[in-house]
């Protein structure tokens, strides 16, 4: 009897995990849901030519804004783990928690982009250490300066449509943090 009772308890304890497995995949696909780019279509996009939506023909300038929107988007979300946990100022933590949600999510749209053009992107590092909440919101605003630039350069000049459409869209939440870091900043001595 004590063992029908304990491969009962086993049998309830797999459907449990099974459940909270599907559960969070769904969460997971709903929160960050793929990208209809249209990459992955045979036929030319409208007004685009073959080229331009075949997998895997980006041009190196496009290859080298990927990786380096991945280096650049992976570093920030984890120095904004670090600054959410670490920081001494309430609006450098929120600063941190802001750049974790923002940049994770645009970090998910870029590997999308890679996958469908068969890009591989490089894996994170682990975040530097800074001295001060100051020194962290320093590097912040240079740091987006930097992007934003870069960002716009590739909005502006990309050959692969879907690429220029993530580089708009992120580069206008990438303004946003700068404005963000500069005020946070502006507060700290």
């Known amino acids: 009897m004590k063992k029908h009772v304990t491969i009962f308890r086993l ?21 960050y849901p793929p990208l209809r780019t249209g990459a992955n279509q045979d036929s030319p996009k409208k007004g685009g030519s073959p080229a331009s939506s075949a997998k895997g023909k980006l041009s190196s300038a496009d290859k080298t804004f990927m990786m380096n929107a991945a280096k650049g988007g992976m570093m920030e979300v984890e120095m904004g783990k670090v600054a959410a946990q670490n920081a001494q100022n309430a609006d450098v933590k929120k600063f941190g928690n802001r750049m974790v949600t923002d940049h994770s ?7 999308a982009l890679a996958k469908e053009e068969g890009v591989s992107l490089p894996g994170g590092k682990s975040p530097g250490k800074w001295k001060s909440d100051k020194d962290y919101m320093d590097m912040m605003v240079k ?3 930097k992007d934003l630039a870069e960002f716009q350069k590739e909005a502006k000049n990309g050959t692969d449509p879907d690429l220029k459409k993530f580089a708009e869209k992120t580069s206008q939440v990438i303004s946003k943090h700068l ?8 507060k700290l001595k």
């Open 105 to 111: 999510k645009a970090n998910s749209e870029l590997m």
């Open 143 to 145: 740091d987006h300066e």
């Open 179 to 186: 404005q963000m870091a500069k005020e946070t900043q502006g």
């Open 11 to 31: 049998a309830i304890l797999a459907a449990a995990i099974g459940t909270v497995c599907l559960a969070t995949t769904s969460y997971a696909l709903n929160a």
